[in-house]
């Protein structure tokens, strides 16, 4: 593949402070990149713009790195409409739901979970998102477990262990037994395919000293920690995962003002997931708490059957600035720059050269139309690694 000249850039946003205007999003009106080789080998005003092999006109439409949706949960059989129209009908949301999921996927075979699990990335991509995460946690069984991660793992290097979403059903009345197979067996099936360790830590999953376990016993295994924290009610996970110095504390909707303080002196990252709060009708994280008090905010969709069944980053981005307080230049860096810092990845969330040539051409002439514009289908086209492929 030789060298691309994407041209006539509305407006890029590198996500460099280095290029263009010095701001946060590094943003150049007029642009022009350079993709040779998978990667960006230049960007700058279309002006001066090298000669490339080929050519494309983006005819004033803006240029975004590819979305990095770092929270979903895509291994799994079956949906939830039920217990979506009952909340919808004024019942709450709980953790318990999850098994309805776990007994669908359970008796699903590989073809099946690869399938569905490849339906939702296409569908992700054609909304713009490049990078993955994606976890276990509808398995619960040695096995199961193993051979979601495994499925993940063809499809993404960013793969979670998830054995602690909920107790499992088949460990009813002995939750330490559950522990101690997560924590045991179960970690040895698992480790091999995954790069991250999490745990919901919730009333209804685990406790702070369940989570602790699981989160030690994958770190290790060599598993970095993540942490699904404060979703439902106020609890100790967000201290935990800072505590652990674990990438990401996901969720973060019931913070207390310690909780905020830890996430902004910590390197752990709030990954907040709008979507859940849609779909579950909670009240929304405080994402301008965080960025004033200087925490790293990341957006997610944490796409799954039950509290978020949402693969689409732009929607994600337009909630967030409607309803938790972002402006829509905080929001597109929290869905691209964020997410990659959620992950621990500076190859990917950014336009500058060196970095992977991930990138989503809008239908529009700014990125802040992405908020502007909710619901309206933006994405024009989608490279990954220098390729078009969407
Ligand atoms: O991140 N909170 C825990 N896990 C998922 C929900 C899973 C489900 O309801 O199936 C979440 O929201
Ligand atoms: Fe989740």
Redo the contacts with the bound molecule.
């Keep these: 593949m030789g060298s691309t000249l994407i041209t006539r850039i509305g407006t890029l946003v590198t996500n460099d402070p280095a290029l263009g205007d010095g701001g946060p999003l590094g943003q150049i009106e007029d642009a022009a990149l350079v993709l040779d080789g998978g990667t960006v080998a230049w960007a700058g005003p279309a002006a001066d713009a090298p000669a490339a092999d080929e050519v494309y006109d983006a005819e004033g439409r803006a240029v975004v790195p590819g979305f990095v949706d770092s ?1 979903s ?1 895509l291994v ?1 059989a079956g949906d ?1 409409t039920a217990e979506f129209n009952a909340r919808m009908s004024g019942r709450a ?1 709980s ?1 318990g ?2 098994r ?2 776990v007994a669908a996927t359970r008796a699903a075979s590989d073809e099946v979970l690869e399938a569905n699990l490849t339906h939702y990335l296409d569908e992700a991509l054609r909304q713009g998102t490049t990078t993955f995460e994606t976890k276990s ?2 398995g619960l069984t040695v096995a199961d477990e193993a051979r979601a991660l495994r499925i993940a793992a063809r499809h993404t290097e960013e793969v979670t262990y ?1 054995g602690a ?2 107790v499992s059903p088949d460990y009813a009345d002995d939750p330490a037994g559950y522990v101690a197979l997560v924590t045991g067996a179960m970690l040895d099936a698992c480790a091999p395919h995954a790069r991250w360790v999490d745990v ?1 830590c ?1 009333k209804g ?1 685990f406790d702070g000293d369940q989570a602790r376990a699981v989160l030690t016993a994958g770190m290790a295994k060599g598993l970095v920690p993540r942490v ?1 924290a404060n ?2 009610t106020h609890g100790p996970g967000v201290q935990l995962a800072v505590e652990l110095d674990a990438a990401s504390a ?2 973060c909707t019931h913070l207390t003002p310690a909780d905020v303080d830890a996430l902004a002196s910590g390197s752990t990252v709030a990954t907040l ?1 709008p979507g ?1 709060e849609f779909s ?1 009708r909670a009240r929304w994280p405080d994402a301008r708490r965080l960025l004033d008090a200087g925490a790293t905010v990341a957006l997610s969709t ?1 796409c ?5 069944f949402t693969s689409s980053m732009p929607f994600c981005i337009a909630l967030a600035v409607r309803d938790m307080g972002m402006t829509p230049d905080e929001a597109v860096w929290s869905a691209t720059a964020g997410g990659a810092a959620a992950l621990r990845r500076t190859d990917i969330g950014r336009l500058s050269p060196g970095a992977r040539a991930d990138l989503t051409v809008l239908d529009a002439p700014s990125h802040v139309h992405l908020a502007y514009r909710p619901g309206v289908p933006l994405v024009h086209g989608v490279w990954r690694r220098g390729a078009r492929a969407a």
Excluded: C, V
């Design positions: 929270h949960h799994f939830r949301y953790a739901g999850i309805t999921t946690g509808y998830l979403h909920i919901f919730e999953a699904h979703q439902l996901d969720h997931l859940a579950t944490d799954n059957p039950g509290s978020s």
